[in-house]
């Protein structure tokens, strides 16, 4: 249930974004296309906390008097069946992106040569995928490592091997029935040529922990640092996102994202203000909340007089934009 209303407040943050622009590049019925899915969201909602309710022997009558419909209508929307084959074919909408991904070719536009798919894009990666790739942080860590075992070319089994452990253990790790250790997730990354660090944000939001070990913005090299951290995060959630073509990204936040931004943002060549990030971030289908203290860092690594209510600055070593 926390992982549809983490979905649900993405899908809400996107809609807000959409609502507010201006941007003529904004597609047509955008508004209403992200309203659908909000609508979604919220009816899996519905089934999830109806469901979990109906578990704790809570009476038809309190559920319809809360919700605001007779006992009859709700027993009927939300029975113990319907409830569970909505939740079933979420199950199914999720994984069904990532199955498709390891059969479908690269994408190529019309008069397009590829040359700006996203960086490191292996063979194989789908743009058009950003559209359904997972929000919440279980799903999101589960969607990076699917990639890079997929993106490797080696075999559940063969993985596993490298790794250690079970062929079954690692196609339940994939699968989300499980959720690895940080010492088995560093090991699966490795072995499938990846970078651990890019995936360490996505493997703690999905444990629920997010530790903040102290920052000395004055120590020598704190600032790549704080700029290397903030990077791997970011990259991890493009990972999640199945490494999307940056112009797709942008095509999510026109207001404020091109796909220049994009790339200059992922390729670590600019460090942009928290408006450009935080819409990249939610482009990403990311949480805000988990990125901010690393992008604070990189603010603190360039003045360490610097706090929340001052003006964004950066080293003119690497550009910022927004």
Known sequence: MARIAASLAAEARRLQHLAT???????????????AALHTEMEDLDAAVVLLSRERNIGWKPIADVIGVSSDTASSRWSKEKAARRLRQRSERENRPRRATARRQPRTRPGHTGADAGPDAPPGSAADEITRAPADPEAQLRSALSYLQRSSGKSVRGLAGEVEVSASFVSRLLSGERLPSWDITKD??????GDPAQVRCLWEAAHGSRPTPPFFAARPGAWDQAVADLHAALKGLYLAAAKPDPRDVAAKEPARLTAHAVKAVLEKSAVPSWTV????????RGRAEDIRPLWERVQLANDPRWTPESPTQAPTTIPTFG
């Open 21 to 35: 622009s201006t941007d003529p590049r904004k597609l047509p019925l955008a508004e209403l296309q992200q309203l």
């Open 188 to 193: 699966l990354v490795s072995a499938c040529e």
């Open 277 to 284: 990030l935080e819409s990249l971030i939610t482009a990403l």
